[in-house]
Antibody, heavy 123, light 110 residues
Framework: QLQLQESGPGLVKPSETLSLTCTVS??????????WGWIRQPPGKGLEWIGY???????YNNPSLKSRVTIYVDTSKNQFSLKLSSVTAADTAVYYC???????????????WGQGTMVTVSS | QSALTQPASVSGSPGQSITISCTGT?????????VSWYQQHPGKAPKLMIY???KRPSGVSNRFSGSKSGNTASLTISGLQAEDEADYFC??????????FGGGTKLTVL
């Protein structure tokens, strides 16, 4: 049974870089059928997709986050990671990693989610 | 890229049916049959309930169904149960490798 688990610091200072890793267990990240994505949810608010990556390294990011987002994959460790630079209080949220189905060249649905990790941006 | 529009809240009594709408544009919901719905209980991760507009993942109750007309997708829950009380989010592929979520709907079972 495939499982995803986020890990990383729960507190990040303003202007610094948020770094999170998602470890995939029970299956291979090198599947041609899926992307691997990051989604966040500020306290009391809705979901926002951050970006997603294919095992080959191709990445697709939310334009609203512009160049602050870097997502990369380590197939040898069955992990993918998120870096979000120049964080502010507005980046405080629960961050989820999830498996994202592929539908041809398009994306399908996030079918398996990690439990989420709370990241607070504060000095 | 604007969020898909969902009602902030809906409610229903046990046994009744409710429908949650998700309105987008001709660039997202209207162009692709790639709408998904997620259920989220407080403090928990979202759970996929519907994908590709109408399909249910294995293990999801057949009380949950999805549909789409034009730029609006809908999630219908029949035979409401107390355990259905949660937040529901829609999501659509929006072209050019982008996605868009709805703002979420809080379902209250009276």
């Amino acid at each position: 049974q495939l499982q995803l688990q986020e890990s990383g610091p729960g507190l990040v200072k303003p202007s610094e870089t948020l770094s999170l890793t998602c470890t995939v267990s029970g299956g291979s990240i090198s599947s041609s059928s899926y992307y691997w994505g990051w989604i966040r949810q500020p306290p009391g608010k809705g979901l926002e997709w951050i970006g997603y990556i294919y095992y080959s390294g191709n990445t697709y990011n939310n334009p609203s986050l512009k160049s602050r987002v870097t997502i990369y994959v380590d197939t040898s460790k069955n992990q993918f990671s998120l870096k979000l630079s120049s964080v502010t209080a507005a980046d405080t949220a629960v961050y989820y990693c999830a498996r994202l189905g592929r539908s041809g060249y398009y994306t399908d649905a996030f079918d398996i989610w990690g439990q989420g990790t709370m990241v607070t941006v504060s000095s | 890229q604007s969020a898909l529009t969902q009602p902030a809240s809906v409610s229903g009594s046990p046994g009744q049916s409710i429908t949650i709408s998700c309105t987008g544009t001709s660039s997202d919901v209207g162009s692709y049959n790639l709408v998904s719905w997620y259920q989220q209980h407080p403090g928990k991760a979202p759970k996929l309930m519907i994908y590709e507009v109408t399909k249910r993942p294995s293990g999801v109750s057949n009380r949950f169904s999805g549909s789409k007309s034009g730029n609006t997708a809908s999630l219908t829950i029949s035979g409401l149960q107390a355990e259905d009380e949660a937040d529901y989010f829609c999501c659509s592929y929006a072209g050019s490798f982008t996605l868009v979520f709805g703002g979420g709907t809080k379902l209250t079972v009276l």
